[in-house]
Protein backbone atom coordinates (compact mmCIF):
# COMPACT_ATOMS: atom_id res chain seq x y z
CA UNK A 1 0.00 0.00 0.00
CA UNK A 2 1.27 3.52 -0.73
CA UNK A 3 2.99 5.28 1.92
CA UNK A 4 0.82 8.60 3.41
CA UNK A 5 2.64 11.70 4.41
CA UNK A 6 1.46 14.29 6.83
CA UNK A 7 3.33 17.37 6.91
CA UNK A 8 3.58 19.47 10.40
CA UNK A 9 4.11 22.94 10.35
CA UNK A 10 4.89 24.23 13.66
CA UNK A 11 8.52 25.84 14.75
CA UNK A 12 9.98 23.34 12.87
CA UNK A 13 8.31 21.61 9.70
CA UNK A 14 8.72 17.97 8.94
CA UNK A 15 6.94 15.18 7.10
CA UNK A 16 5.36 12.04 9.18
CA UNK A 17 5.47 8.94 7.21
CA UNK A 18 2.92 6.06 7.96
CA UNK A 19 3.14 2.77 5.90
CA UNK A 20 4.59 -0.53 6.24
CA UNK A 21 8.73 -1.72 5.72
CA UNK A 22 9.93 1.73 6.69
CA UNK A 23 12.24 0.68 8.69
CA UNK A 24 14.56 -1.24 6.04
CA UNK A 25 14.65 1.81 4.15
CA UNK A 26 15.00 4.55 6.68
CA UNK A 27 18.56 5.53 5.59
CA UNK A 28 17.46 7.55 2.38
CA UNK A 29 14.34 8.80 3.98
CA UNK A 30 16.88 9.93 7.21
CA UNK A 31 19.80 10.98 4.38
CA UNK A 32 16.80 13.79 3.13
CA UNK A 33 16.34 15.78 6.09
CA UNK A 34 20.00 16.03 7.86
CA UNK A 35 23.71 16.44 6.87
CA UNK A 36 25.06 14.91 10.33
CA UNK A 37 27.61 12.29 10.02
CA UNK A 38 27.03 10.51 12.89
CA UNK A 39 23.79 9.16 14.06
CA UNK A 40 23.13 8.30 17.97
CA UNK A 41 20.28 5.45 18.23
CA UNK A 42 18.73 5.12 21.62
CA UNK A 43 16.26 2.26 21.96
CA UNK A 44 15.11 -0.09 24.94
CA UNK A 45 16.48 -3.65 24.98
CA UNK A 46 13.28 -5.05 23.64
CA UNK A 47 12.87 -2.92 20.69
CA UNK A 48 16.73 -3.16 20.27
CA UNK A 49 16.37 -6.92 19.61
CA UNK A 50 13.34 -7.19 17.50
CA UNK A 51 14.84 -3.98 14.85
CA UNK A 52 18.14 -2.41 15.92
CA UNK A 53 20.52 -4.33 13.89
CA UNK A 54 17.67 -3.53 10.56
CA UNK A 55 17.74 -0.04 11.43
CA UNK A 56 21.96 0.62 12.04
CA UNK A 57 22.05 -1.64 9.08
CA UNK A 58 20.02 0.70 6.96
CA UNK A 59 21.53 3.95 8.42
CA UNK A 60 25.24 2.73 7.54
CA UNK A 61 24.53 1.14 4.25
CA UNK A 62 23.76 5.45 3.68
CA UNK A 63 27.14 6.12 4.56
CA UNK A 64 26.57 7.63 8.19
CA UNK A 65 28.40 6.69 11.03
CA UNK A 66 26.08 4.79 13.80
CA UNK A 67 26.85 4.19 17.42
CA UNK A 68 23.69 3.16 19.68
CA UNK A 69 22.47 3.26 23.29
CA UNK A 70 20.22 0.52 24.36
CA UNK A 71 18.52 0.92 28.19
CA UNK A 72 15.79 -1.45 30.00
CA UNK A 73 12.14 -1.14 28.31
CA UNK A 74 9.63 0.24 30.63
CA UNK A 75 8.36 3.76 32.00
CA UNK A 76 11.14 3.38 35.11
CA UNK A 77 13.48 4.02 32.75
CA UNK A 78 12.16 7.30 31.65
CA UNK A 79 14.15 8.80 34.52
CA UNK A 80 17.22 11.60 34.95
CA UNK A 81 19.13 8.66 35.44
CA UNK A 82 19.02 7.15 32.08
CA UNK A 83 19.05 11.02 31.09
CA UNK A 84 22.33 11.50 32.31
CA UNK A 85 23.73 7.97 30.59
CA UNK A 86 22.18 9.03 27.51
CA UNK A 87 24.46 12.20 27.75
CA UNK A 88 27.40 11.06 28.65
CA UNK A 89 27.28 8.13 25.99
CA UNK A 90 27.11 11.23 23.49
CA UNK A 91 29.63 12.56 25.25
CA UNK A 92 31.96 9.51 24.55
CA UNK A 93 31.07 8.96 21.20
CA UNK A 94 32.20 12.65 19.63
CA UNK A 95 28.86 13.63 18.94
CA UNK A 96 28.57 17.16 18.00
CA UNK A 97 25.89 19.78 17.37
CA UNK A 98 25.67 18.98 13.70
CA UNK A 99 25.01 15.17 14.10
CA UNK A 100 21.33 13.88 14.88
CA UNK A 101 19.82 11.14 17.11
CA UNK A 102 17.49 8.70 16.51
CA UNK A 103 14.28 7.14 18.79
CA UNK A 104 13.52 4.08 17.63
CA UNK A 105 10.46 2.32 20.17
CA UNK A 106 7.80 3.38 22.03
CA UNK A 107 6.84 6.49 23.41
CA UNK A 108 9.38 5.93 26.49
CA UNK A 109 12.06 6.20 23.93
CA UNK A 110 10.68 9.16 21.90
CA UNK A 111 9.68 11.22 25.03
CA UNK A 112 13.66 10.94 26.64
CA UNK A 113 15.51 11.03 23.50
CA UNK A 114 13.57 14.14 22.44
CA UNK A 115 14.75 16.09 25.62
CA UNK A 116 18.32 14.65 24.87
CA UNK A 117 18.12 15.87 22.03
CA UNK A 118 16.54 19.33 23.09
CA UNK A 119 19.57 19.65 25.96
CA UNK A 120 22.41 18.39 24.73
CA UNK A 121 24.97 20.61 23.20
CA UNK A 122 21.67 23.06 23.83
CA UNK A 123 19.91 21.40 21.50
CA UNK A 124 20.41 18.95 18.20
CA UNK A 125 18.39 17.23 15.79
CA UNK A 126 16.67 14.07 16.04
CA UNK A 127 14.42 11.90 14.41
CA UNK A 128 11.70 9.72 15.42
CA UNK A 129 11.17 5.84 14.14
CA UNK A 130 8.53 4.62 16.87
CA UNK A 131 6.98 1.35 16.79
CA UNK A 132 3.83 1.23 19.59
CA UNK A 133 0.51 2.30 18.13
CA UNK A 134 0.79 4.98 21.03
CA UNK A 135 3.69 6.33 19.45
CA UNK A 136 2.42 6.79 16.08
CA UNK A 137 -0.58 8.30 16.28
CA UNK A 138 0.40 10.63 19.74
CA UNK A 139 4.00 10.55 21.19
CA UNK A 140 6.27 11.19 18.03
CA UNK A 141 4.49 14.02 16.75
CA UNK A 142 4.15 17.58 17.83
CA UNK A 143 7.54 17.86 20.23
CA UNK A 144 6.21 17.46 23.86
CA UNK A 145 9.45 15.41 25.01
CA UNK A 146 9.98 15.16 29.10
CA UNK A 147 11.08 12.92 31.40
CA UNK A 148 9.44 11.70 35.21
CA UNK A 149 10.13 12.77 38.22
CA UNK A 150 9.52 10.60 41.78
CA UNK A 151 7.01 13.28 42.24
CA UNK A 152 5.39 12.84 39.12
CA UNK A 153 5.33 12.04 35.41
CA UNK A 154 6.79 14.18 32.79
CA UNK A 155 7.34 16.92 35.24
CA UNK A 156 10.41 17.99 33.41
CA UNK A 157 10.06 18.67 29.59
CA UNK A 158 11.01 20.52 26.63
CA UNK A 159 8.65 21.52 23.57
CA UNK A 160 11.24 20.02 20.52
CA UNK A 161 10.43 19.22 16.87
CA UNK A 162 11.35 16.01 15.67
CA UNK A 163 12.94 16.73 11.85
CA UNK A 164 11.15 13.54 10.36
CA UNK A 165 8.80 10.96 12.08
CA UNK A 166 8.48 7.22 10.23
CA UNK A 167 6.14 5.25 11.54
CA UNK A 168 7.05 1.60 9.76
CA UNK A 169 3.39 0.12 10.88
CA UNK A 170 4.60 -3.33 10.35
CA UNK A 171 6.25 -2.72 13.56
CA UNK A 172 2.55 -3.05 15.55
CA UNK A 173 3.42 -6.92 14.49
CA UNK A 174 4.95 -7.57 17.07
CA UNK A 175 3.61 -5.69 19.79
CA UNK A 176 1.66 -7.26 22.30
CA UNK A 177 -2.32 -7.02 22.88
CA UNK A 178 -1.62 -5.53 25.74
CA UNK A 179 0.17 -2.58 24.10
CA UNK A 180 -2.25 -1.94 20.89
CA UNK A 181 -5.12 -1.93 22.99
CA UNK A 182 -3.27 0.56 25.47
CA UNK A 183 -3.09 3.14 22.19
CA UNK A 184 -6.50 2.24 21.17
CA UNK A 185 -7.83 4.47 23.78
CA UNK A 186 -6.15 7.25 22.38
CA UNK A 187 -7.14 6.90 18.66
CA UNK A 188 -11.16 6.19 20.17
CA UNK A 189 -9.92 9.59 22.05
CA UNK A 190 -9.38 11.31 18.77
CA UNK A 191 -12.71 9.79 17.56
CA UNK A 192 -14.27 11.89 20.58
CA UNK A 193 -12.78 15.04 20.28
CA UNK A 194 -12.24 15.36 16.87
CA UNK A 195 -14.06 13.60 14.59
CA UNK A 196 -17.24 11.49 14.61
CA UNK A 197 -16.67 9.73 11.73
CA UNK A 198 -13.76 8.44 12.66
CA UNK A 199 -15.34 6.97 15.77
CA UNK A 200 -17.96 5.45 13.68
CA UNK A 201 -15.35 3.41 11.86
CA UNK A 202 -13.90 2.26 14.85
CA UNK A 203 -17.05 1.10 15.77
CA UNK A 204 -17.09 -1.38 12.91
CA UNK A 205 -13.89 -3.51 14.62
CA UNK A 206 -12.33 -4.90 17.75
CA UNK A 207 -9.18 -5.71 18.60
CA UNK A 208 -8.67 -8.94 16.48
CA UNK A 209 -10.30 -7.65 13.58
CA UNK A 210 -8.64 -4.17 13.27
CA UNK A 211 -4.99 -5.79 13.79
CA UNK A 212 -5.80 -8.07 10.78
CA UNK A 213 -6.94 -4.99 8.49
CA UNK A 214 -4.09 -3.79 7.63
CA UNK A 215 -5.13 -0.77 5.37
CA UNK A 216 -7.78 0.31 7.66
CA UNK A 217 -5.45 0.53 10.33
CA UNK A 218 -2.68 2.61 8.46
CA UNK A 219 -5.89 4.86 7.57
CA UNK A 220 -6.66 4.87 10.89
CA UNK A 221 -3.21 6.17 12.38
CA UNK A 222 -3.36 8.79 9.45
CA UNK A 223 -6.33 10.03 10.36
CA UNK A 224 -4.82 10.96 13.97
CA UNK A 225 -2.00 11.98 12.97
CA UNK A 226 -3.80 14.57 10.37
CA UNK A 227 -6.00 15.08 13.85
CA UNK A 228 -2.91 15.64 16.12
CA UNK A 229 -1.11 17.82 13.22
CA UNK A 230 -4.20 20.20 13.16
CA UNK A 231 -4.32 20.29 16.74
CA UNK A 232 -0.01 21.36 17.13
CA UNK A 233 -0.50 24.11 14.21
CA UNK A 234 -3.26 25.76 15.68
CA UNK A 235 -1.28 26.21 19.67
CA UNK A 236 1.83 24.13 19.40
CA UNK A 237 2.80 25.31 23.18
CA UNK A 238 -0.59 23.91 24.36
CA UNK A 239 -2.11 27.40 25.36
CA UNK A 240 -5.45 26.90 24.42
CA UNK A 241 -6.49 23.95 21.82
CA UNK A 242 -3.85 21.55 22.53
CA UNK A 243 -5.57 20.94 25.81
CA UNK A 244 -8.25 19.20 24.19
CA UNK A 245 -5.73 16.28 23.50
CA UNK A 246 -5.91 15.85 27.21
CA UNK A 247 -9.85 14.43 27.10
CA UNK A 248 -10.21 12.07 29.61
CA UNK A 249 -6.25 12.80 30.93
CA UNK A 250 -7.08 14.75 34.36
CA UNK A 251 -9.24 11.72 35.95
CA UNK A 252 -7.21 9.15 33.68
CA UNK A 253 -3.47 10.46 35.69
CA UNK A 254 -5.29 10.69 38.89
CA UNK A 255 -6.35 6.88 38.09
CA UNK A 256 -2.92 6.15 37.23
CA UNK A 257 -1.50 7.96 40.63
CA UNK A 258 -4.19 6.03 42.78
CA UNK A 259 -2.54 2.73 41.04
CA UNK A 260 1.20 4.19 41.43
CA UNK A 261 1.27 4.35 37.66
CA UNK A 262 1.67 0.18 38.33
CA UNK A 263 -1.61 -1.09 38.45
CA UNK A 264 -3.14 0.16 35.16
CA UNK A 265 -2.31 1.41 31.42
CA UNK A 266 -2.08 5.00 30.47
CA UNK A 267 -4.91 4.13 28.17
CA UNK A 268 -6.82 2.39 30.41
CA UNK A 269 -6.92 4.89 32.82
CA UNK A 270 -7.18 7.78 29.96
CA UNK A 271 -10.58 5.49 29.01
CA UNK A 272 -12.05 5.41 32.13
CA UNK A 273 -11.30 8.82 33.01
CA UNK A 274 -13.06 9.91 29.34
CA UNK A 275 -15.86 7.82 30.57
CA UNK A 276 -16.02 9.30 33.92
CA UNK A 277 -15.95 12.51 32.62
CA UNK A 278 -18.80 11.87 29.72
CA UNK A 279 -20.82 10.41 32.29
CA UNK A 280 -20.83 13.63 34.10
CA UNK A 281 -21.19 16.05 31.37
CA UNK A 282 -23.79 13.88 30.28
CA UNK A 283 -25.74 14.08 33.71
CA UNK A 284 -25.42 17.66 33.86
CA UNK A 285 -26.94 18.89 29.90
CA UNK A 286 -23.49 19.85 28.69
CA UNK A 287 -23.07 16.61 26.22
CA UNK A 288 -25.97 15.26 24.29
CA UNK A 289 -27.80 12.41 25.87
CA UNK A 290 -25.94 8.89 24.86
CA UNK A 291 -22.93 10.12 24.04
CA UNK A 292 -22.00 8.12 27.23
CA UNK A 293 -23.86 4.76 26.19
CA UNK A 294 -21.62 4.94 22.56
CA UNK A 295 -18.19 5.59 24.18
CA UNK A 296 -18.42 2.67 26.68
CA UNK A 297 -19.75 0.46 23.98
CA UNK A 298 -17.10 1.73 21.50
CA UNK A 299 -14.32 1.43 24.38
CA UNK A 300 -15.77 -2.27 25.33
CA UNK A 301 -14.93 -3.25 21.51
CA UNK A 302 -11.47 -2.70 22.31
CA UNK A 303 -11.61 -4.40 26.56
CA UNK A 304 -11.02 -0.72 27.55
CA UNK A 305 -14.69 -0.63 29.28
CA UNK A 306 -13.13 -1.03 32.65
CA UNK A 307 -13.84 -0.36 36.42
CA UNK A 308 -11.70 1.26 38.91
CA UNK A 309 -11.99 1.22 42.46
CA UNK A 310 -11.88 4.72 42.90
CA UNK A 311 -15.25 6.51 43.19
CA UNK A 312 -14.78 10.29 41.17
CA UNK A 313 -15.04 12.04 44.29
CA UNK A 314 -11.75 10.07 45.67
CA UNK A 315 -10.11 11.05 42.75
CA UNK A 316 -10.84 14.73 42.63
CA UNK A 317 -8.27 15.66 44.90
CA UNK A 318 -5.69 14.68 42.59
CA UNK A 319 -6.97 16.52 39.98
CA UNK A 320 -5.68 19.66 42.12
CA UNK A 321 -2.18 18.55 40.95
CA UNK A 322 -3.31 18.43 37.04
CA UNK A 323 -1.29 21.04 34.56
CA UNK A 324 -4.57 21.93 33.05
CA UNK A 325 -5.24 23.88 37.21
CA UNK A 326 -4.52 27.77 36.77
CA UNK A 327 -4.83 28.91 40.77
CA UNK A 328 -8.59 28.48 41.71
CA UNK A 329 -9.77 26.92 38.11
CA UNK A 330 -9.39 24.38 36.47
CA UNK A 331 -10.03 23.61 32.38
CA UNK A 332 -12.02 20.80 32.09
CA UNK A 333 -12.17 19.01 28.85
CA UNK A 334 -15.55 17.92 27.82
CA UNK A 335 -16.93 16.47 24.64
CA UNK A 336 -20.66 17.94 24.08
CA UNK A 337 -21.12 14.91 21.70
CA UNK A 338 -19.55 12.54 19.15
CA UNK A 339 -16.14 14.18 17.60
CA UNK A 340 -17.22 17.82 19.12
CA UNK A 341 -14.82 19.10 22.16
CA UNK A 342 -14.52 21.78 23.97
CA UNK A 343 -12.68 22.84 26.98
CA UNK A 344 -14.81 24.26 29.77
CA UNK A 345 -12.51 26.54 32.83
CA UNK A 346 -14.95 26.15 36.18
CA UNK A 347 -13.79 27.15 39.75
CA UNK A 348 -11.96 23.91 41.25
CA UNK A 349 -14.85 23.60 44.35
CA UNK A 350 -17.47 23.41 40.90
CA UNK A 351 -15.42 20.53 39.81
CA UNK A 352 -15.09 18.74 42.98
CA UNK A 353 -18.91 19.48 43.61
CA UNK A 354 -20.08 17.92 40.23
CA UNK A 355 -17.35 14.64 41.11
CA UNK A 356 -18.80 14.05 43.95
CA UNK A 357 -22.68 14.42 43.02
CA UNK A 358 -21.78 12.32 40.30
CA UNK A 359 -20.06 9.55 42.62
CA UNK A 360 -23.07 9.72 44.51
CA UNK A 361 -25.88 9.03 42.10
CA UNK A 362 -23.18 6.37 40.42
P1 LIG B 1 6.66 2.18 25.87
O1 LIG B 1 7.57 3.04 25.14
O2 LIG B 1 7.05 1.77 27.26
O3 LIG B 1 6.41 0.87 25.00
C1 LIG B 1 5.59 -0.14 25.53
C2 LIG B 1 6.30 -1.49 25.52
O4 LIG B 1 6.27 -2.00 24.20
C3 LIG B 1 7.74 -1.46 25.95
O5 LIG B 1 8.00 -2.56 26.76
C4 LIG B 1 8.52 -1.57 24.64
O6 LIG B 1 9.76 -2.19 24.80
C5 LIG B 1 7.58 -2.41 23.83
N1 LIG B 1 7.64 -2.23 22.39
C6 LIG B 1 7.76 -1.07 21.72
N2 LIG B 1 7.61 -1.28 20.40
C7 LIG B 1 7.39 -2.59 20.25
C8 LIG B 1 7.15 -3.42 19.12
N3 LIG B 1 7.04 -2.91 17.90
N4 LIG B 1 7.00 -4.74 19.33
C9 LIG B 1 7.06 -5.28 20.57
N5 LIG B 1 7.26 -4.55 21.67
C10 LIG B 1 7.43 -3.21 21.51
O7 LIG B 1 5.21 2.80 26.01
P2 LIG B 1 4.27 3.61 25.01
O8 LIG B 1 2.91 3.20 25.38
O9 LIG B 1 4.71 3.53 23.62
O10 LIG B 1 4.50 5.12 25.46
C11 LIG B 1 4.16 5.56 26.77
C12 LIG B 1 4.93 6.82 27.06
O11 LIG B 1 4.56 7.81 26.11
C13 LIG B 1 4.64 7.40 28.43
O12 LIG B 1 5.87 7.74 29.05
C14 LIG B 1 3.84 8.66 28.13
O13 LIG B 1 4.05 9.67 29.11
C15 LIG B 1 4.39 9.05 26.79
N6 LIG B 1 3.50 9.89 25.97
C16 LIG B 1 4.02 11.02 25.44
C17 LIG B 1 3.24 11.83 24.64
C18 LIG B 1 3.83 13.03 24.00
O14 LIG B 1 3.09 13.83 23.40
N7 LIG B 1 5.13 13.20 24.05
C19 LIG B 1 1.90 11.48 24.38
C20 LIG B 1 1.40 10.31 24.95
C21 LIG B 1 2.21 9.51 25.76
N1 LIG C 1 -0.33 14.05 24.06
C1 LIG C 1 -0.79 15.36 24.34
C2 LIG C 1 -0.12 16.41 23.54
O1 LIG C 1 0.71 16.12 22.70
O2 LIG C 1 -0.40 17.56 23.75
Redo the contacts with the bound molecule.
Keep these: MALKKITVTASGIYDVLIGGGLLRFCGGYVKNVTNAEKLAVIT ?1 D ?2 DK ?1 YGDIVVSALESEGFSVCKFVFP ?3 QS ?1 STDTLVKIWNFLCENNISRSDCLVAL ?7 ITGFASATYLRGIDFIQLP ?2 L ?2 QV ?2 SV ?1 G ?2 AVDLEGG ?2 LVGAFKQPKLVLCDTD ?2 D ?3 DE ?1 FI ?1 GMGEVIKYGMIKSEALFSELEQYTVESLRKSKNALDDIIAQCVTIKRDVVEADEFDTGERMLLNFGHTLGHSIEQYYNYTGIT ?1 GKAVSVGMKMITSVAEKNGIAEPGTYARLKNCLDYYGLDIEVEPSMAQLAGACLNDKKRFGESINIIVCCDIGASMIKKMPVEAFFAMLSEASDTH
Design positions: DTVLHGEKGGGVVGDTTLADSGKTKNTLTLSFDH
